[in-house]
């Protein structure tokens, strides 16, 4: 066998290149993406027939190979679809004649790859290709739109009839559940949403995939993967097929951009593309939407359309089992008034079909029947109604109100129930304002979802509490009105893209609806309450010391009574869950439970679960015995004097929030502590993946101690999600930071914590600054910070009247390395100690919260010194943001600089 030349392979490379360059061209005079990825799969066949023909030619100089084996193109290849960086997936099928094709093959193999091409292949018998296909559907969904390419065109043939008798039409049942399951489950790695805001063009839901998924069952039922016939034969409608024809279209363009700009296969649509896409479209911003989320919402239309298509084209052409139609034979349905209910569907006799769908109050009634019964609507009757309500009067009667709130009063399938009126327009026929939102985008880094699909997953949240152990859900069981707080939970949104603050276009929104149902007064204000301060609870618990006298009286005054507490605490539980995964933490449901209990005790008089005073005082007992014998029975030597002098000194947010034998722990460590000793350890926390670090500093080095070890964690690339500082008696430091480390994957080892605790030490005793660590270790580079995947702007704002004793500073900016120093460092250079601090990454914005006193120990009033600290850490802020942490004047200054002040 005769090796290929290095000039052939040479150019043979330059021809994919110019493949290549060639699409780019023609992509960028605005060719339609469609034609380019079918011109560049039937280029991609001529060139690949050279290429095997070379490849047999070196083997053997007679034709013999050629009736050996053949070639086909299966996959994207099949489908004479081949994106610029797709792998090209062929199947080489063995005739058995002998070891010459093996060889023959591997040389083809070798050559594409050594051309530039990434091949997805196979090589097997006829019965081993049937035998993999009938028990791997991956396989089995690439063979349906098999071509030949090379080779014996009879085997290849032979292989499409088997493959269609022995793997489709002799299993329909089979292979047709097998499409969907293997669907589903890459729908569930995709986040099972067409509305995820960082989607996969050809995976997630809605994507292009679901265009494969048709074309897949259609083969399956009808024998036949063309669109259009599959209309013929009634088995898509003709406004499914443009749906599906318009989706693939773009998503086409999409993903060959993605491809082409990233010079590789890239199929997700990451913020930075976004923006980028909108941009090289020349998207044009609107009122209260920038043009990524104009263009984001247009993409999410197509793929919410496609995604609704693939799934009643499924459940239309799904082949019934031997059981279901032994059982239908057999079973009469019951029936709800003019309904009869199946396991899959609820429908009507056909000649009662226009009358349900003729009026907003037989619709509903259908709609209740779903919400109490589950299944959905039959096809037939969900396209009746969607035809139908252009034509409802827009006025709505008592009856339609009526059975509307009793829709919404159900607990279990609620939300299903209103994503289902929301797929017909029902919903927006009784809430207008949900148009607006339908498929609306929320262009930041936290949000998980469009406005339209967080709002149901809100509700759906908040119906799964019932079965919650914990506060949360005993305060959802115990509301009576649930239809106001599930109706508050689909307005509370609803005021999103527009210019002004979506919360004050809420607060009109939902008067205009509770109007539109005709709700009392007294309803009526609870309902726009809920909507325009959904907010406020997780504002306060998480941004606020709620020990301070009068934060929990003030609050529960703008509440006004136990009931409206319980749908808030619901409210905001279910609106932080439906954000997306890990938003809701054990953390923050601890700081909302002790809000709502706090709350509770002030409107109703009902006892909480603690009582402050009492509360401490017991902590403080407890402490007191544990320290006197020790948690395993041994004496730890500290005298109880001593133990009640440091828990009278410690703050009683420390002395609330942190376990007793936590405080039991620090103060056997704090006992052991010297002036001048700087001590750190540190626990790993596998299930969150996680890094606690406690670090005590003595009283000598404990001034500005909480800026420097910020720093350190910067320059040692630990993301801080979150801290706590105490202060002990003789200015004992006792602070903690809850890290994750981007330097390790997998547990944090011992070494590595130690290895920490060493660089903390020397930077608490100023013998390095920020950027020397960073220099040392060699963590970020020169360049200017990346920008903001977030619009919104940086702010600081200064609170004298939440808190008697200290002035709070929140510092609302975007996340990145260095923030929690520069601001921390700022305050302290303006002669400001930080008592208290919480850092968190909230609902909209990364809001760093900082109590601070000046260097008496008094609150900040003096106007010019409020104005000094805004300014400052704006200035301070946005260099960061431009110039990067390594580059800031901050990180290079020497920490024991005789002007830095404060404590």
């Not at 689909?490 to 210019?499: E, R």
């Not at 008067?511 to 325009?532: I, K, M, P, Q």
């Not at 001593?642 to 947010?653: D, F, I, K, M, N």
């Amino acid at each position: 066998m005769k090796a290929p030349s290095d000039s052939r392979l040479a150019r043979h490379r330059e021809r994919v290149d110019r493949l290549r360059e060639s699409m780019r061209e023609r992509f960028d005079q605005g060719v339609d993406a469609v034609e380019l990825v079918q011109s560049l799969a039937l280029q991609t066949d001529g060139f690949l027939v050279e290429l095997f023909d070379e490849a047999a030619e070196d083997i053997s100089s007679d034709d013999r190979l050629a009736g050996e084996g053949a070639i086909l193109a299966v996959g994207g290849s099949g489908r004479a679809e081949l994106s610029p960086w797709s792998d090209v997936d062929l199947l080489f099928l063995d005739g058995g004649h002998g070891a010459s094709f093996a060889e023959f093959t591997a040389r083809a193999v070798r050559d594409c790859w050594d051309v530039g091409l990434k091949l997805g292949h196979g090589v097997h018998t006829l019965d081993g290709t049937t035998a993999l296909a009938r028990s791997e559907i991956e396989f089995a969904t690439a063979a349906v739109e098999a071509r030949w390419l090379w080779g014996d065109r009879g085997l290849a043939e032979e292989f499409r009839q088997v493959f269609a008798r022995r793997v489709v039409a002799g299993r329909m049942s089979r292979f047709y559940r097998d499409c969907l399951e293997a669907r589903r489950d890459e729908w569930a790695r995709h986040g099972l949403s067409a509305s995820q805001l960082v989607p996969d063009v050809k995976r997630s839901p809605g994507g292009l995939r679901d265009v494969h998924l048709v074309r897949w069952l259609g083969f399956c039922r009808h024998g036949t993967t063309d669109i259009d016939e599959l209309v013929r034969r009634g088995a898509l409608l003709s406004r499914e097929r443009d749906v599906l024809i318009d989706g693939h279209r773009l998503l086409t363009g999409i993903r060959v951009d993605l491809h082409l700009e990233a010079g590789r296969a890239q199929d997700v649509l990451t913020r930075d593309e976004q923006l980028r896409l909108a941009e090289s479209r020349s998207v044009e911003a609107g009122a209260g939407q920038r043009s990524v989320e104009r263009f984001m919402q247009d993409y999410f239309r197509h793929t919410t359309e496609m995604a609704r298509v693939v799934e009643r084209f499924a459940a239309r052409n799904r082949p019934a089992r031997f059981l279901e139609k032994l059982a239908g034979w057999c079973r009469i349905p019951p029936r709800v008034g003019p309904f009869r209910i199946t396991r899959r569907a609820i429908d009507t006799d056909s000649e009662d079909r226009d009358r349900v769908a003729g009026s907003l109050e037989s619709t509903l009634a259908l709609f209740e029947a779903v919400a109490v019964h589950g299944g959905e609507p039959s096809l037939e009757l969900q396209d009746r109604i969607t035809e139908a309500v252009e034509s409802w009067d827009p006025e709505i009667t008592v009856e339609a109100r009526s059975r509307f709130l009793s829709i919404l009063g159900h607990t279990g399938r609620v939300g299903a129930t209103l994503r289902q009126m929301f797929h017909t327009r029902v919903l927006d026929h009784l809430v207008p304002a949900v148009t607006h939102a339908r498929c609306l985008m929320q262009f930041n880094q936290y949000h998980s979802f469009t406005v339209d699909e967080h709002t149901f997953r809100a509700v759906e949240a908040a119906e799964a509490l019932v079965d919650d152990p914990g506060p949360v859900g005993a305060a959802y069981r115990a509301i009576g009105r649930k239809d106001l707080l599930h109706l508050a939970l689909l307005l509370h949104d609803l005021g999103k893209g527009f210019d002004e603050n979506h919360s004050e276009v809420g607060k009109r929104l939902a008067l205009d609806t509770a109007r539109r149902l005709g709700l009392d007064e007294s309803d009526t204000g609870r309902v726009v309450f809920l909507v325009h301060r959904h907010l406020v609870m997780e504002q306060l618990a998480t941004r606020r010391d709620i020990s301070e006298p009068g934060v929990v009286i003030e609050f529960s005054h703008q509440v006004g009574s136990p009931q409206t507490l319980r749908m808030l605490f619901a409210l905001t539980a279910a609106d932080i869950i439906a954000v997306g995964p890990g938003k809701w933490t054990d953390w923050k449901a601890d700081l909302l439970t002790e809000l709502f209990d706090r709350s509770l005790l002030v409107l109703g008089g009902e006892r909480p679960s603690f009582q402050l005073q009492e509360r401490l005082e017991s902590i403080r007992n407890s402490v007191l015995e544990r320290s006197a014998t020790g948690s395993e029975g041994d004496d730890l030597g500290l005298e109880s004097d001593w133990v009640a002098g440091q828990l009278e000194g410690l703050s009683p947010q420390y002395l609330a929030s942190t376990p007793v034998e936590t405080i039991e722990d620090d103060l056997a460590a704090v006992s052991r502590l010297q002036a001048d000793s700087v001590h750190v350890d540190g626990l790993y926390h596998a299930e969150t993946g996680t890094l606690q670090l406690r670090v005590l500093v003595g009283g000598e080095h404990s001034e500005g101690c909480f800026h420097r070890i910020a720093g350190t964690l910067t320059a040692l690339r630990l993301e801080v999600l979150g801290a706590e500082i105490s202060t002990a008696l003789d200015d004992v430091a006792i602070d903690r930071f809850h890290v994750v480390d981007h330097d390790f994957d997998g547990p944090v080892t011992d070494f590595r914590i130690e290895e920490i605790g060493r660089v903390i030490c020397d930077a608490v005793r100023r013998n390095v600054t920020a950027r020397q660590l960073a220099e040392r270790h060699q963590v970020y580079g020169r360049a200017a910070a990346a920008g903001s995947v977030s619009d919104f702007p940086t702010r600081v704002v200064v609170d004298n009247q939440s808190s008697p004793t200290r002035t709070i500073v929140d510092v609302f900016a975007h996340d990145r390395p260095g923030l929690l120093y520069i601001i921390s460092r700022t305050l302290f250079q303006l002669g400001h100690s930080v008592e208290l601090a919480r850092i968190a990454t909230h609902v909209d914005q990364v809001v760093d919260v900082f109590y601070v006193v000046d260097r008496e120990g008094q609150k900040i009033l003096d106007g010019a010194r409020v104005e000094e600290i805004v300014v400052r850490l704006e200035s301070a802020i946005t260099q960061l943001e431009r110039q990067g942490f390594f580059e800031t004047d901050a990180a290079a200054t020497d920490p024991s600089d005789p002007g830095d002040q404060g404590k």
